[in-house]
T-cell receptor
Framework: DARVTQTPRHKVTEMGQEVTMRCQPI?????VFWYRQTMMQGLELLAY????????DSGMPKDRFSAEMPDATLATLKIQPSEPRDSAVYFC????????????FGPGTRLTVT | GQSLEQPSEVTAVEGAIVQINCTYQTSGFYGLSWYQQHDGGAPTFLSY????GLEETGRFSSFLSRSDSYGYLLLQELQMKDSASYFCVLRTGANNLFFGTGTRLTVIP
């Protein structure tokens, strides 16, 4: 049963600390997406990779957020320094480029910044 | 830019049929998807319409009218487990998905 995995599932940190979230996409999927979900803003696309190359990170605050894919089995989203307004659930999703309207979401990382 | 409108909440009775409407505005249109999300869970893909008409998958059907910029998700034989949020999602380009704010469906006995 192929699934997207994310770690950690929960993270509580203090303002100013660095946060790294990890995602393992489904084997064979060539697109990876990072989303952020809050009650106020809903689900927002932060970054998108195809074949490990970043294609769109326009939804991401560039001054503190960075997203990378060091290899095909790992995607990372880093926040440095973190702020209370970054508190949200961060989802990673993967898919196939030719059918990327069908994305498979991971369980999410619930981030709380105090 | 793009925008999506869907009702924020819908309540329906177990065993009944419910329709969740979605209207959109966009300069580029590739298709409309629907995702389901249970509280505390991750969004899961339900259906996709790129062309006008009805797509059926079991108890769920999705409809699209591109001329009206309108779509809907139809859930039949409602079950308690169908209580969740349902998002219509606009595909505005080959690589772009824009999620609506979601409709919270509550199924009551």
């Amino acid at each position: 049963d192929a699934r997207v995995t994310q770690t950690p599932r929960h993270k509580v940190t203090e303002m100013g600390q660095e946060v790294t979230m990890r995602c393992q996409p489904i084997l064979g999927h060539n697109t990876v997406f990072w989303y952020r979900q809050t009650m106020m803003q809903g689900l927002e696309l932060l970054a998108y990779f195809r074949n490990r190359a970043p294609l769109d990170d326009s939804g991401m605050p560039k001054d503190r957020f960075s997203a990378e894919m060091p290899d095909a089995t790992l995607a990372t989203l880093k926040i440095q320094p973190s702020e209370p307004r970054d508190s949200a659930v961060y989802f990673c999703a993967s898919g196939l480029d030719e059918a990327h309207y069908e994305q498979y979401f991971g369980p999410g990382t619930r981030l709380t910044v105090t | 830019g793009q925008s999506l409108e869907q009702p924020s909440e819908v309540t329906a009775v177990e065993g009944a049929i419910v329709q969740i409407n979605c209207t959109y505005q966009t300069s580029g249109f590739y298709g409309l998807s629907w995702y389901q999300q249970h509280d505390g869970g991750a969004p899961t893909f339900l259906s996709y319409n790129a062309l006008d008409g009805l797509e059926e998958t079991g108890r769920f059907s999705s409809f699209l009218s591109r001329s009206d910029s309108y779509g809907y998700l139809l859930l039949q034989e409602l079950q308690m487990k169908d209580s969740a949020s349902y998002f219509c999602v606009l595909r505005t380009g080959a690589n772009n998905l824009f999620f609506g704010t979601g409709t919270r469906l509550t199924v009551i006995p």
